[in-house]
């Protein structure tokens, strides 16, 4: 290969090299909290899912066992989880995913509260305690259906799967967390765990307050559609414009010209 060939394919190379499409900017967890509305949106997400988690873990380690056998014990357990997510499959498409997400928080951390002032050592008042208990966990079950759907939706597509895994580091500390704060019960009383998990779930009814419905809505695609997601409607780009009606084209200002002007301004 003689010099003059070499300098051809340097030329060539350099050309489509400019022709090339710019490299699309690389983003890293940190992407998620550096504008202010992602940042809002993740230090809200991350306490939603660690709520999530150091309730529904720490309510499981302190469910008394419903039946002597283990394994019939884990099966009416995990039947009875089913029932939440059943509900949220059906409840999420008609009422969104903000609203119902707030409901079973709520309703498991009024369960969690409400278990710690039944007292007694009655069998009728255990029973009582131990379905309150697993009402919370089902509750904290259904919440979970709900914001994993919300979350995804939140963040725009070039984040996406950064902030779930954000978000899911915040469930998982929780669910370390949780067999910890069961044994603060040695320290403080009984039923103090249980009532500050309560506070915890509660919480996060709170931390939904800022965030936007995601329901009907065009998803962000990029950082800039995140910060104004909720303020007002993202505009989806990818629709092509509607021509306008009754023969008009439209103009570089927005406007429109009717067909029958322009035949008039050209004596037609």
Request: charged share 15%.
């Amino acid at each position: 290969m003689n010099w003059e060939m070499q300098h051809e394919l340097v030329s060539i190379a350099s050309y489509m090299q400019g022709q090339l499409p710019d490299e699309k900017p690389a983003y890293t967890l940190l992407d998620c909290f550096r504008p202010t509305g992602l940042r809002r949106t993740s230090i809200c997400m991350m306490y939603i899912w660690f709520s999530c988690g150091i309730g529904y873990y720490g309510l499981f380690f302190a469910t008394a066992p419903l039946v002597d056998n283990l394994a019939i014990n884990v099966f009416i357990n995990g039947l009875l989880e089913l029932v939440p997510c059943l509900i949220s499959l059906i409840v999420v498409p008609q009422y969104g995913r903000k609203q119902p997400m707030v409901i079973w928080s709520f309703l498991g951390g009024f369960s969690c509260i409400l278990s710690c002032l039944v007292r007694g050592s009655e069998p009728s008042m255990d029973a009582g305690r131990t379905a309150l208990i697993i009402i919370g966990r089902m509750a904290l079950s259904g919440s979970f259906c709900c914001f994993l759907i919300w979350t995804a939706e939140l963040y725009p597509t070039v984040l996406r799967g950064n902030g779930i895994g954000v978000c899911m580091f915040a469930l998982r500390l929780g669910g370390v967390l949780a067999p910890q704060l069961l044994s603060l019960a040695f320290v403080t009383f009984q039923e103090f765990p249980i009532i500050l998990m309560g506070i915890i779930a509660l919480g996060g009814v709170v931390a939904a307050y800022p965030l936007a419905e995601t329901m009907n809505m065009n998803l962000p695609d990029t950082v800039a559609e995140a910060e104004n997601f909720g303020s007002k409607p993202v505009r989806d780009t990818r629709r092509q414009r509607r021509l306008p009606h009754h023969g008009s084209i439209s103009t570089l200002d927005g406007g429109s010209v009717r067909m029958s002007q322009i035949s008039q301004g050209t004596g037609t």
